[in-house]
């Protein structure tokens, strides 16, 4: 119960975050990706802002013996840099640069234009079934 | 307030959006100890693996997203928005769904969280996905195709 608020808190917070700073326009986060063309420089804002406080929220981890809520940190332990991590990163930049989108901003932007962010969405997830479809047929 | 030199940006209303990205994800650290990463818990929520969330917790923040964007639209009088066609939004989004998964996160997993841990992993993704978004859109407007 508490772990569901406390989701719903983030998760909305996420949502008027990317809404207010533009992410939810394709046009705007693909201005910030044409670098060569007619740059928008509104996105290194949002990220700046957003990295800064994460920043400080790091720092504050080591100091509490576990989360305010949660019996304990799951933190993701990978460190290795594998062919796997580049692909996948590269392939979703090709996505993100194609449409303007990426999950956040595409979900969030169910209540701005829904039929349209509605595709995207559905199709994002057929391409995470994909992978787990391949993923479950290799191993 | 516009930045000199770029009169469509939005420097203000970036920064404010981007602390308050940053505020859920702290919340979501400091709160239940877990990164959030929007492609990790819609995968989570739609039982596609992902997040080790409890599946109710997933499709709480999932259900968030546009929920705040909501309230952005009430306080703001709406928001503006353009979206390509949707063929190219079904291409695109297909190729997010693959890539996020292989690569273990987005922009906000790898991109806010994993960058602000100083994460080699999330850095090397970051800058990854950053370089093929830009080439992406830089060889769409060589070829002329205009998607927005």
């Given amino acids: 119960m508490r772990t569901a608020l406390i989701s719903l808190v983030s998760g909305t917070l996420f949502g008027a975050g990317l ?17 060569f063309g007619d740059w928008d420089p509104t996105l290194a804002f949002v990220m700046g802002g957003a990295v800064i406080v994460m920043a400080v929220a790091w720092r504050i981890v080591p100091r509490m013996a576990e989360p305010i809520i949660a019996g304990k940190f799951h933190l993701p332990t990978k460190s290795d840099l594998t062919p796997r991590l580049v692909g996948g990163a590269a392939l979703f930049g090709i996505g993100w640069g194609i449409a303007g989108l990426c999950p956040g901003p595409g979900i969030a932007a169910l209540v701005i234009e829904p039929a349209a962010a509605a595709i995207f969405v559905v199709a994002m997830i057929a391409g995470m079934a994909v992978v787990r479809l391949v993923e479950g047929t290799l191993s | 307030m516009s930045l000199p030199g770029f009169p469509e940006a939005a420097p203000v209303a970036g920064l404010a959006g981007g602390v308050l990205i940053g505020l859920a994800a702290a919340v979501m ?29 997933a499709w709480m923040f999932v259900i968030g997203l546009p929920l705040g964007a909501f309230v952005v639209m009430l306080a703001t009088g709406g928001i503006q928005a353009s979206f390509a066609d949707p063929i190219t939004l079904a291409i695109a989004g297909l190729v997010v769904g693959i890539g996020t998964r292989l690569g273990s996160g987005c922009t906000s997993g790898h991109g806010v969280c994993g960058v602000s841990r100083l994460s080699a992993r999330s850095i090397v993704a970051t800058l990854t996905f950053m370089a093929t978004g830009i080439a992406t859109v830089a060889i769409m407007n060589a070829l002329g195709l205009e998607v927005l």
């Fill in chain 1, 19 to 35: 809404a207010l700073g533009g992410m939810t326009d394709p046009a705007r986060v693909r201005g910030f990706l044409d670098v």
């Fill in chain 2, 29 to 57: 650290l400091l709160g239940l100890g877990r990164i959030a990463g929007v492609s990790g818990l819609s995968a989570k929520a739609v039982g596609l693996g992902g997040s080790g969330i409890a599946r109710s917790g």
